[in-house]
């Protein structure tokens, strides 16, 4: 059984999706494609949220890859290994969220942690302007380690829809 559109509101950049079109300098019109040297051609349409979180994980979180597979290995040390990835998870002060159908994705927005907001009736959200700095330095450095150029100048507040 579906589920009705649901709307959220949250503060970064509308990178588009393989369904509609990519808003970013990075994708080729011609060939179909992202330029990116990090991502994986063969299951970017599917893939481009994780493969992208785990860039970060790598990059700016200083993981290694074992650390990022947190679940993989023994059993002993695998709670120290999650902490660790979700400490280093929350630092990085930026998230994916996607937008269109749930299981099949459409579009993919850069938005940062607590900056989403589920639109619930008769609840209104209030944002504090102080934390903008914080979520446009934590943007800024996500979009340069992933070597993304979107086409919004600035981040700004997403409004995207989700069903399925």
Known sequence: MSRGAEARLCYGYDLGGPVGEWRMAEYDEVEYELRLPWLDQSDYADAFEDQAAERLMLTLGGLTKD???????????????????TTVREDLGVEFYGYGHIEY????????????????????????????????????????????????????????????
């Open 67 to 85: 650390e990022l597979n947190w679940w993989d290995g023994p059993l002993a040390g695998r709670t120290v290994r999650h902490e660790r990835y």
């Open 105 to 164: 994705g459409s579009g993919h927005v850069l938005g940062a942690i607590g900056s989403a907001f589920e639109a619930v009736p008769s609840t209104p959200c209030v944002v504090s302007p102080a934390e903008y700095c914080s979520w446009d330095e934590n943007l800024r450095a996500a979009l340069t380690a992933l070597g993304i150029t979107p086409h919004q100048d600035e981040a700004g507040w997403v409004l995207s829809a989700y069903y399925g």
